[in-house]
């Protein structure tokens, strides 16, 4: 059995209409992952999806992946793919959350927290988390470029 220090890092934000969905699901993936929850840490039908994709963005750049939630998922993966050196990809069935591992070494997954049912988003969850980048040089050449835009 992995111990906490060596199991994969997965950051987890989520505001107002993604909280309920990163509650279950940070719970979920414990088993396996060393989850990292940046909030919102209780309930704020105010608060606003850009912190908590700031608050991922910044700390996986140190390592891990990170999965985010807001209602559509969109919104908060727009705001996270303006940080330098973040690739996420707002995902809505496993085979998007494969090939954006395989292909694209996305490493934020945004979710929502409105319209993807729970069991759903722990199987997108899990798949995505344990999907290699498959190194090949047309990958690494694309995701170069997109580096360059940077």
Known sequence: MKTSKNKLKVYIGADHAGFKLK???????????RVLD???KKFNKTDDYPDFAKKV???IKKGGK??????????????????????????WTKT??????QHN???ILCLSGWQLP??????ISKLWLNTKFENEPRHIRRINKIKRFE
């Open 66 to 91: 990170g999965i985010l939630i807001c209602g559509s998922a969109e919104g908060i993966c727009i705001a996270a793919n303006k940080f330098k050196g973040i690739r996420a990809v707002a995902v």
């Open 118 to 123: 729970l069991n759903k988003a722990k199987a």
């Open 105 to 107: 070494d996305a490493n």
């Open 23 to 33: 509650q279950t699901l940070k719970q979920f993936l414990k088993k396996d992952y």
């Open 57 to 59: 963005a910044k700390k």
């Open 96 to 101: 998007n959350a494969r090939l954006s591992r």
């Open 38 to 40: 940046v909030g919102a």
